[in-house]
């Protein structure tokens, strides 16, 4: 494969990945830019305190299935399916469509993991996750945890480079949304 068709394997995934399904399904529903309320975020989460569950839900399936399709796209493209499921989150979060201010990726990169067959991603994160969220009660805090797990997992199996890749790239996402948060 040529530099220029893995140019364009890369933009697709950015372009997949930036999809903004909150904002589209929010301002589809209810003529709102779903970043003016709730926590301001492009997600899941703001979603259900915008609209409810069955609006998450669906925004959930759609970030799920972006991070699906860029694992398929990389494997059919010989690049590789973590590698472009990694673009996919970076398009979640830094959407050129919303100015880069998009969603913090784990739906997305959880689509991708789980079809990818990488159950210690999911298993590391949500280890990570359930020791935190009972006693901090904070989910983003607890998605921190959980990413951290992820990394130190990832490094300590040696496993691809872009496993750590991909949590460092969700764990930021989380804590610029603390930050956001705090100085609100």
Known sequence: ???????????????????????ILVQCRRGIDIREYGSGNVGT??????????????????????????????????????ELLCIAVLGH????????QGGKGLATAFGGVLVGGSWWVVLSFSLGWLLTYPWMRQVDRA???????????AVWQSHNPAYIG???VVLLAHIRALIKAGNS
């Open 143 to 153: 998605n921190i945890v959980g990413a951290v797990l992820m990394a130190l997992y």
């Open 93 to 100: 979060n830094f959407p050129f469509w919303l100015r880069f």
């Open 45 to 82: 989460m703001n979603t259900r305190l915008v609209m409810g569950w069955s609006a998450a839900i669906a925004v959930f399936m759609l970030d799920f299935l972006k991070g699906v399709l860029a694992w398929y796209l990389g494997v059919m493209s010989g690049i590789g399916g973590i």
């Open 166 to 168: 991909l949590a460092v």
């Open 1 to 23: 494969m040529g530099g220029g068709e893995k140019v364009a394997y890369v933009l697709a995934a950015y372009l997949l990945g930036s999809i903004p399904c909150a904002y």
